[in-house]
């Protein structure tokens, strides 16, 4: 059992080699690497060295530290082309919004000593650190966006958008950064309140954490992650795959079918369940596929979306009205030809009366799985194997 160890660590006295592996690490077994994954700074040094107020006071103002800026679930943008992830120095801050790093929360000791409660606080949380130095997130949303929306030579042209609208405009790096600033922003401004007590919560652990303020009650709450799994449901014996469609899509757009893990439940019974629920149909075999953090759920929530290939063991579709507008098979043909437009970077259809299937693009997980199928040969399955599944 040594010999696999040794190898290991034979592997990474070579830096590159361990870069590599660091590189490795952020794909998923088929070698994806996810929109809102890849982020490509150290999440670990923030555990490792900024849980202490102190320790995130000294990085606040340590060379190199950059800030985004986020109004709502929107992230502060350089429009100019390419769009970038906006980041300002702390003399930045001060200069251009009247800004000061003793604002910030997490800083309560700080702030009560040195500020008092007639200004701003700026809620803040560091993302991580890259070689230039540490990332932070700060939230603004107390403040008018105009405020900060300013056009000029040395800035650039700056824009708040919803993080939403940038799925396919910023780079992998400052698209996760903005997915991660934004939610777990979001986060801190809905936990306002102990769950248990009711007192204040404040952030803390650079924001990975809210602490209640009572001394009776100390509990702390954590930034949540909503589990949903995510299936590409085949059917092997017609070459047909089921995809199903909200009524807030647009037009002819179909993606895989979704919903949340309840508890107590599996992700493979999630997956049987809402396959049955949302369709009607049953599934048998699964396999799992890749996970994508999707940021951007209901009210800024940070979901985990977990993609499955499931093989169906009936065909006939019920359609549960409440949750999807439209549910169908597809065929090979019609999938190929809805991942020929995304290839082509060609819109959709546009309007109601289109036959012509659309599906998400390579920003989603749904994507993937659709294109993993595609590239697969056809299941010799006869009209009977089916129930043998
Ligand atoms: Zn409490």
């Not at 040594?2 to 990474?12: A, S």
């Not at 000029?152 to 996760?176: H, K, S, W, Y």
């Not at 993606?255 to 809402?274: D, F």
């Not at 190929?336 to 989603?364: C, H, M, Q």
């Amino acid at each position: 059992m040594w010999e696999p160890l040794l190898v290991f660590l034979m592997f990474c006295r070579s830096s590159q080699a361990f870069t590599n592996r660091m590189h490795s690490t952020r794909r998923s077994p088929l070698g994806i690497v996810h929109t809102f994954s890849g982020m490509d700074i150290d999440r670990s040094r923030v555990e490792a060295e900024l849980k202490e107020a102190s320790a995130f006071q000294n990085a606040l103002r340590s060379h190199g530290a950059a800030f985004a800026l986020f109004h709502g679930t929107s992230a502060l943008v350089i429009t100019d082309s390419p769009m970038k992830l906006a980041f300002h120095d702390a003399e930045k801050l001060q200069t251009l919004y009247e800004i000061s790093l003793q604002q910030f929360e997490p800083s309560l000791t700080c702030i009560s000593n040195d500020v008092g409660n007639s200004i701003p606080i700026y809620p803040c949380i560091a993302l991580g650190a890259s070689a230039s130095g540490w990332a932070f997130a700060v939230d603004v949303s107390n403040r008018s966006r105009n405020e900060f929306e300013v056009k000029n030579e040395a800035e650039g042209n700056l824009r708040f958008e919803p993080v939403r609208a940038l799925l396919a405009t910023l780079n992998q790096r400052d698209i996760a950064m903005a997915g991660l600033g934004a939610s777990t922003l979001a986060w801190h401004r809905q936990h306002q309140f102990c769950g248990l007590c009711g007192s204040r919560m404040v952030a803390v652990e650079a924001g990975g954490r809210r602490a209640c303020t009572s001394e009776t009650c100390r509990n702390r709450a954590y930034p949540r992650v909503d589990p949903v799994v995510i299936a590409l449901v085949q059917d092997p014996v017609r070459d047909k795959i089921l995809l199903g469609r909200q009524s807030v899509y647009r037009p002819m757009m179909y993606s895989c079918l979704a919903g949340y893990v309840g508890p107590c439940e599996s992700l493979e019974e999630a997956v049987r369940r809402e396959v049955k629920e949302e369709s009607g149909i049953d599934v048998g075999e699964m396999s799992y596929h890749s996970s994508q953090p999707w940021p951007i759920g209901r009210g800024a929530s940070c979901q985990m979306m977990v993609g499955f290939t499931a093989t169906a063991t009936s065909t006939e579709i019920h359609i549960d009205t409440n949750e999807l507008e439209d549910c169908r098979w597809f065929s090979r043909a019609e999938v190929a030809e809805a991942e020929e437009l995304v290839v082509a970077r060609r819109p959709g259809p546009s309007d109601e009366s289109s036959k012509t299937l659309s599906i998400p693009g390579p920003y989603a997980i749904a994507h993937h799985l659709i294109k993993n199928w595609l590239s697969t040969t056809k299941a010799p399955l006869q009209a009977s194997g089916r129930n043998k599944l």
